[in-house]
C-alpha cells in the first residue's frame, strides 16, 4: 500500500506542477498583454500631449465701446496660431450678420497668445444673445470648432 500512496504522491505533484507552470505561463502572457496595452495608452496620451500642445485654443466675449456698440474679442491662448478663422452666428456668417457693420473684414488669422477684435453695431433687430460658432485650422491637424452664446456685457 505504501508503493500505491507513493506512486498516487507523484502522480497529484506531477499534475499539481503541469497546472502550477501552466498557470505561470498564463499569468506571464496576461502580464505582457497587460504591459503592451499600458505602452498604447501611454503611447496615445503623447501623441495627445503634442497634439494639444499644437493646437490654437480660441474663446470669444462681448465688451462694450464708448460709443455704444460691442466688440467682439477672440483669444488664443494656444501656442499655435489660428489659420481660416470663420465665425458663424445665429446660424449666419458673422459679417452676414444684421449686428455686423458692412465693410468690417473678419480676421482669418489668430496668432498664438493673442486676441482680435471685431465690431458688432446694436439695433432693435440684433440684440443679444448671439449664438456663435468659431471654427479654424491649426497645426494639429484637425479643424477646431468652438461654440458659445454671447451675452450683453
Not at 13 to 21: K, Q, R
Not at 25 to 43: D, F
Not at 88 to 97: F, L, N, Y
Request: proline letters at 7%.
Amino acid at each position: 500500500m505504501s508503493d500505491a500512496a507513493m506512486w498516487i504522491g507523484i502522480g497529484v505533484t506531477g499534475v499539481l506542477s503541469i497546472v502550477a507552470l501552466y498557470n505561470s505561463r498564463k499569468a506571464h502572457r496576461e502580464a505582457i498583454a497587460l504591459q503592451k496595452r499600458l505602452v498604447e495608452i501611454e503611447q496615445q496620451r503623447e501623441t495627445d500631449r503634442l497634439r494639444q500642445a499644437k493646437a490654437a485654443k480660441l474663446r470669444a466675449d462681448l465688451r462694450p465701446t464708448p460709443q455704444g456698440c460691442d466688440r467682439l474679442y477672440i483669444f488664443n491662448s494656444g501656442d499655435c496660431e489660428a489659420r481660416n478663422v470663420t465665425a458663424v452666428m445665429d446660424g449666419k456668417p458673422i459679417t452676414e450678420h444684421p449686428a455686423s457693420p458692412r465693410g468690417e473684414e473678419f480676421p482669418e488669422l489668430i496668432g498664438p497668445d493673442s486676441e482680435v477684435s471685431y465690431l458688432l453695431a446694436w439695433s432693435r433687430k440684433t440684440n443679444p444673445p448671439y449664438e456663435l460658432e468659431i471654427t479654424w485650422d491649426d497645426d494639429s491637424g484637425n479643424q477646431r470648432l468652438y461654440r458659445t452664446t454671447l451675452t450683453s456685457p
